[in-house]
């Protein structure tokens, strides 16, 4: 049982290029979320899905897109890098909106 | 909207004190709170997670407390050691739907010294 799992762990990107984070849950968990996390800002939530083939924006989801085709992956999409968003990004799974939440490794992402 | 502070920024503890971390928010109506602990360069791990209708959740050495109308709740850590080094985030619903999109703090970075 791995948990959620990121990938690529760590990323540099120049601006005006673009990728794409993958998220992957062996949990059988309905919703997903994507955070950012910026020093003395805490972290803050991009888009989140509550079932397969949904998402919702979150706080901060300007210069990001979303999808969830499969139930147990979340992908998260740059289509052109910005300095601005440098920063660690998590994803983070649950079964249900009261309860815990299970947050992967994080992939820290630098655009230069 | 909801905001969510934490009190002190950091805090450094000799090993075997006890740790009283808060955590504050405005909107009082939440279902639950939960508190995460970061290690350097990791993701967040999930210590507890309080309930509305409880006022206070225990697991071994850590207990939360929460206390709604007031807008408050505190983490106690007894007897800390060195392993308990790490930052300490709360975290609460943003909205009263169930979609379990959480409001962070901006957490407490905690130091033991042996």
């Known amino acids: 049982n791995a948990g959620v799992t990121q990938t690529p762990k760590f990323r540099v990107l120049k601006t005006g290029q673009s990728m794409t984070l993958l998220c992957a849950q062996d949990?059988?968990?309905?919703?997903m979320y994507w955070y950012r996390q910026d020093p003395g800002m805490g972290l803050r939530l991009i888009h989140y899905?509550?079932?397969?083939?949904?998402?919702a924006k979150g706080e901060v989801p300007d210069g990001y897109n979303v999808s969830r085709l499969k139930k147990q992956n979340f992908l998260l999409g740059l289509e052109s890098a910005a300095p601005s968003q440098t920063s660690v990004y998590f994803c983070a799974s649950t079964s249900g909106g009261w309860d815990t939440q299970y947050f992967g490794p994080g992939t820290r992402l630098t655009v230069l | 909207k909801q905001e969510v502070t934490q009190i002190p920024a950091a805090l450094s503890v000799p090993e075997g004190e006890n740790l009283v971390l808060n955590c504050s928010f405005t909107?009082?109506?939440?279902?639950?709170l939960q508190w995460f602990r970061q290690d350097p360069g990791k993701g967040l791990t999930s210590l507890l997670l309080i309930q509305s209708s409880q006022r206070e959740q225990t697991s071994g050495r850590l207990n939360a407390s929460l206390d709604k109308s007031s807008g408050r709740s505190t983490l106690y850590i007894a007897a800390s050691q060195p392993g308990d080094s790490a930052t300490y985030l709360c975290a609460v619903p943003m909205t009263t739907d169930s979609w379990g999109k959480l409001q962070f703090g901006a957490g407490t970075q905690v130091v033991v010294t042996p």
């Open positions: 949990m059988n968990h309905e919703y």
């Open positions: 899905s509550v079932g397969e083939g949904t998402t």
């Open positions: 909107d009082s109506a939440i279902y639950n």
